[in-house]
């Protein structure tokens, strides 16, 4: 059964750091696409970072290049995405994606807020 539970989220000042979590089961990273996306109030759903397994390319959305890193530890089953100098308009409920090889079937975790405001 595949399972996607992200943690990390919460609140932080502008310019502050955060790292998200996404702790998965029932696959293997090694299988998969994998993404994390973003969701603010009253706007559609976006996609933030992609990674294509571990030591796979990466690639960001502009807005948040330069400033995120997304990550695997294959080891821990785990996905991070590393937030730094954050902005208010990055905030957001925040979700892991998996896209799982070779039938591409989807799945995403729960969601975790993220609030950056002073």
């Known amino acids: 059964q595949v399972q996607l539970v992200e943690s ?11 790292k ?11 299988r998969a696409i994998m993404r994390w996306h973003r969701q603010a109030p009253g706007k559609e759903r976006e996609l ?13 959305s502009d807005s948040v290049k330069g400033r995120f890193t997304i990550s695997i530890d294959n080891g ?9 100098s954050l902005k208010p308009e990055d905030t957001a409920v925040y979700y892991c994606h998996a896209q799982i090889l070779p039938r591409s079937d989807r799945y ?10 002073s």
């Open 20 to 30: 998200l979590s996404c702790a998965v089961s029932g696959f293997t990273f090694s």
């Open 108 to 117: 995403w975790g729960q969601g975790t807020q993220v609030t950056v405001s």
């Open 76 to 84: 821990k089953n785990t996905m991070y995405l590393q937030m730094n």
């Open 8 to 18: 990390g989220g919460g609140l932080v000042q502008p310019g502050g750091s955060l």
């Open 48 to 60: 933030v970072a992609t990674i294509t397994g571990p030591g796979g390319s990466r690639s960001y």
